[in-house]
């Protein structure tokens, strides 16, 4: 593993570096007619991710760090298409106000994603019935398709219905930075929704930009990760975006608040499974504040300082007998922490990025892993040798404090875990096509 790593790594140094980009939608011009998706302005782009990682515990399972790759070895993350048709607006779905005038027109769009790999994001209900996907360590999904308009109201106020990556968090499920540099994920992002089915208004305020940009989202989802929801409830997402006058600053405060319940003897459902035996609802909610500034002579700087709070009321259904106990939470349960990263651009095609992070469950509401205290420090190299391809070196560590061993085990809970710390060491390829 170390040796191919190594190899990797000496044989892309060879390579002559260029200004680092993130190139969109050239994909179309190897492929299909170039003019006759831009008279119809539809961007058509395609992203290969692929690492290699390492652990120092001899273990496969590299869960809880991983998240989304759950063991060692080479790791195919994605190998997905997007086709979009963009929006002419000011505001942008789940990334907030830009400034500029208000566009008069109205527009319309749409956004289809198809993905190969390990990168799930399976949808409860939707693709994660697909019988070819049954038993396969690498699935086929759409992980994301809506449709979207443009309104002129207020400022500009755009709507969209589908499903679709979640806008609560830093963190977002394309590999592209902002808004994270990094390889493997915060526990906020773990702890977190990581997409929704459902629809979603935003829209800029109609505020002097002397005093910022302020954008408002409201949301009404079916719940975590799922179409098909068992409590036939609704769940409601608030978020509120400010900009300063000069886009150096952001702030994002977003939230979501709903019943959550799960069906007993449905695990799909996860992190957080609590059951009522009388179908009561069960209330949940998870909030997530991100404040990021952009600093130096040239902006080479960012640091970016996220903060998390989650709680879910408790069920009466405790594990079944044949399983080990502790998975379903029966008590009110709640789990906060934050991460803090900064990123600096050493040049062009080069830039140097760092994270720590803390995570608080004391009370094991995440259905995997132990209660008790997470800690992490991650630190990369992103190298762009050409504009459409990046190379990122990763190196992390992970501890828990607390009853458990949540690090190494056979498989990713901690039943089967024997350590409360480990180091990982990762270097990923990702194209933008």
């Known amino acids: 593993m170390y040796k191919t790593a190594l190899l990797l790594l000496l044989l892309l140094s060879s390579l002559t570096p260029v200004q680092a980009a993130q190139p969109k939608g050239w994909f179309y011009q190897l492929f299909v007619d170039r003019d006759l998706w831009q008279q119809q302005h539809i961007d058509i782009a395609a992203r290969l991710q692929s690492g290699l990682i390492a652990a120092d515990h001899g273990s496969s399972n590299i869960f809880p760090a991983g998240f989304l790759s759950l063991h060692d070895g080479f790791v195919l993350n994605r190998a997905e298409i997007i086709i979009e048709k963009p929006l002419n ?28 790999g390990e990168d799930f994001s399976r949808t409860y209900g939707f693709d994660d019935e697909w019988g070819i996907n049954e038993a396969e360590k690498r699935v086929v999904i759409l992980p994301q398709w809506f449709v979207k308009a443009y309104a002129p109201w207020g400022g500009g106020t755009t709507l969209q219905f589908g499903t679709w990556f979640t806008n609560i968090g830093n963190e977002v499920g394309a590999p592209i930075d902002p808004p994270s540099p990094f390889y493997s994920h915060a526990y906020a992002f773990l702890y977190g929704p990581s997409k929704h089915f459902g629809g979603l208004v935003s829209t800029r305020l109609p505020v002097d930009q002397q005093y910022g940009l302020w954008g408002l989202e409201l949301g009404l989802v079916q719940g975590w990760n799922n179409l098909q929801d068992n409590n036939d409830d609704k769940s409601l997402i608030t978020g509120l975006q400010w900009r300063s006058p000069d886009m150096a600053t952001w702030v994002d405060l977003e939230s979501i608040w709903g019943n959550e319940q799960s069906e007993n003897g449905i695990t799909d459902q996860a992190p957080f499974i609590a059951i009522s035996s009388n179908n009561r609802n069960l ?151």
Do not use: C
């Open 89 to 116: 607006s000011r505001i942008r779905p789940r990334i907030g106000p830009f400034p500029g005038a208000r566009y008069d027109d109205w527009d319309w769009g749409f956004l289809l994603q198809g993905r190969y």
């Open 283 to 433: 209330f949940r909610q998870f909030h997530s504040l991100t404040v990021s500034h952009q600093f130096g002579a040239t902006s080479d700087w960012r640091w970016v300082l996220n903060s998390v709070y989650g709680r879910q009321e408790g069920g009466d259904v405790p594990a079944d007998s044949n399983n080990p106990p502790g998975l379903p939470i029966v008590t009110t349960s709640e789990w906060y922490g934050w991460n803090l990263s900064l990123t600096h651009q050493l040049r062009t095609d080069l830039q140097l990025a760092t994270r720590i992070e803390k995570m608080f469950d004391r009370q094991g509401a995440f259905f995997l892993l132990p209660g008790g205290e997470y800690s992490a420090w991650t630190a990369n190299l992103s190298w762009y040798p050409q504009p459409w391809l990046r190379i990122r070196p990763e190196l992390r560590y992970d501890q828990f404090e607390g009853e458990g061993q949540p690090f190494g085990g056979a498989l990713p809970n901690q039943f089967n875990g024997r350590e409360r710390q480990q180091w990982l060491f990762s270097i990923d390829a990702t194209l933008f096509l």
